[in-house]
């Protein structure tokens, strides 16, 4: 019975410790303006997934958005956005690095600088007034 009861508390113990060192994982959805096609998407999951602590990231290039599952001790999102940034890409309020994105080729470039994305549709405006 005495062994019983020390395995019992052993195996107990561990379980506690184990379950003390779970991470907290977070989902973000970063806005990527500029990734429009296949090619980007491609480029900005391969550049980012291989970092310590992105556990999935996923390109929308249909609604320009990028969704990245990670864990919170081991990389933070603003440091997710410069990783994008960093690959030729606007990352919500993080600017692409003019050098990786001089790199992109031209398909995947801006419609403003002579790339093939199309041109961004205009927003229209609120009714003045309310509705009436």
Same mark, same amino acid.
């Given at each position: 019975?005495?062994?019983?009861?020390?395995?019992?508390?052993?195996?107990?113990?561990?379980?506690?410790?184990?379950?003390?060192?779970? &991470? +907290?994982?977070?989902?973000?959805?970063?806005? /990527?303006?500029?990734?429009?096609? !296949?090619?980007? $998407?491609?480029? @900005?999951?391969?550049?980012?997934?291989?970092?310590?602590?992105?556990?999935?990231?996923?390109?929308?290039?249909? &609604? +320009?958005?990028?969704?990245?599952?990670?864990? /919170?001790?081991?990389?933070?999102? !603003?440091?997710? $956005?410069?990783? @994008?940034?960093?690959?030729?890409?606007?990352?919500?309020?993080?600017?692409?690095?003019?050098?990786?994105?001089?790199?992109?080729?031209?398909?995947?470039?801006?419609?403003?600088?002579?790339?093939?994305?199309?041109?961004? $549709?205009?927003?229209?405006?609120?009714?003045?007034?309310?509705?009436?």
């Amino acid at each position: 019975m005495k062994k019983f009861l020390i395995t019992a508390i052993t195996v107990i113990g561990f379980t506690f410790t184990g379950l003390a060192q779970t &991470k +907290a994982v977070l989902t973000a959805t970063i806005k /990527t303006p500029n990734a429009l096609c !296949e090619n980007c $998407k491609k480029r @900005i999951e391969g550049y980012v997934k291989p970092y310590d602590g992105v556990l999935e990231i996923t390109v929308n290039y249909r &609604k +320009a958005e990028t969704r990245v599952k990670y864990i /919170t001790d081991r990389i933070n999102i !603003e440091e997710i $956005k410069a990783y @994008i940034a960093n690959c030729g890409y606007d990352a919500d309020d993080v600017p692409a690095a003019e050098d990786a994105y001089k790199r992109l080729p031209k398909s995947c470039k801006k419609f403003d600088d002579g790339g093939g994305h199309p041109k961004p $549709k205009p927003v229209p405006a609120a009714p003045a007034g309310g509705q009436g």
